[in-house]
């Protein structure tokens, strides 16, 4: 695996530990990436996509009642935006 790899794993363990307390508070987090640099925020938003497109690739044996509404409603934005939606560019 190499370093880029390794960042990203990090970074998405790091945030799923973040997530997982009870008392996580969205609109602060949405809040302090809308104050982040626009390049920033289009890459952010780029690897959100991307996990939307996965998620909305999951097959019915990989998720259940827990996570059902986030591959619904990703199948839903992938159906809605095509492929070109999915990926914004790096301006």
Sequence with gaps: MNQCEERAREAARNLAEAVNEMSFDTAS????????HRTIQQNTFG?????VKAWAGLTEN?????????????RKIVEALGEYGLK???I
């Design 29 to 36: 987090f949405a809040d302090e990436l809308l104050r982040q």
């Design 62 to 74: 990989r998720y259940d009642l827990r996570n059902e509404f986030t591959v619904e409603s990703s």
């Design 47 to 51: 690897a959100i996509m991307a996990t």
């Design 88 to 90: 914004p560019p790096f």
